[in-house]
């Protein structure tokens, strides 16, 4: 007896079936999410969050930050930033 398996990919939000476009990784607040998302729902995501990125600084990975403790910067290592925030100055 032969056997067929068909695996549907199924969008998270819409519940539509994926025909173009699949999952989509993204972090916040250090936690990390996996959506599956069409091609036109990851371009609504993008498009969510592009004001955010393009006002954010990117960050290397926490995990190639190493993981020993670091001491918060002093106040002569802070600087204002060009948005106001204060930030960190590496000697």
Do not use: C, W
């Not at 993204?26 to 996996?34: A, D, H, M, V, W």
């Not at 393009?54 to 290592?77: N, T, Y």
């Amino acid at each position: 007896m032969a056997r067929r398996r068909i695996v549907e990919l199924i969008d998270d939000l819409d519940q539509s079936t994926i025909d173009e476009g699949g999952t989509v990784t993204f972090e916040l607040n250090g936690t990390s999410y996996e959506i599956d998302l069409t091609n036109a729902n990851q371009e609504k995501l993008r498009d969510a969050l592009a004001p955010f990125i393009k006002a954010g600084r990117r960050v290397r990975p926490l995990a190639s930050r190493g993981s020993s403790a670091v001491a918060p910067p002093s106040a002569d290592e802070r600087a204002p930033s060009a948005h106001g925030h204060v930030a960190t100055v590496t000697p």
